[in-house]
């Protein structure tokens, strides 16, 4: 899913348009401006509704129903270090990449997909990557959605959650 365009997607989606809560001054309750996308394969609901533009909510929709794919569907692992994570690590062996970057959904989806795959280990998947345990925690810990989606995961393997840095 993360290799479809911005249409494709759409095209998978059902889109539904109706009056937002958001800004309207006059125009307000005259004009259907927000967006709705349900994911048909998945199920999954995004809305995007703080603009009094249709294209620019649908635009957010669009990135919150990506972001929701990466981090809520889990993927079978079949390279030990995918390349995702590849582009990711840079010369002096860390993983390095900020939340702006593009790469960083696609990465931190394949780290969650290893981290399942590793029952939840955290010290496994660092290890099977060639990073220190510290890296790929702090990685984890970053952001509050990677981290409440890797404490799912680690939770459904009866161990405790990660906790914040």
Known sequence: MPDLT???LI???DVDTYRGPGPGGQKRNKTDSAVRLRHKPTGMIVVAGESRSQAENKTR?????REAL???IRHEVTDATPDT???????????NVG???????PAAG???????AHEGSVGDVAKGLGLTTGNVSKFLTGDEDV???ANRIRAAFGLKPLRDN
């Open 99 to 105: 939340r702006r970057d593009a790469r960083y959904l």
């Open 6 to 8: 911005d249409a494709q």
């Open 110 to 116: 394949a780290m969650l997909d290893l981290l399942a």
């Open 61 to 65: 929709a669009v990135k919150r129903l």
């Open 70 to 72: 990466a981090l809520r």
């Open 147 to 149: 981290m409440t989606e």
């Open 11 to 13: 095209a998978e989606c």
């Open 85 to 95: 994570i590849k582009a990711c690590i840079d010369k002096s062996g860390r993983l």
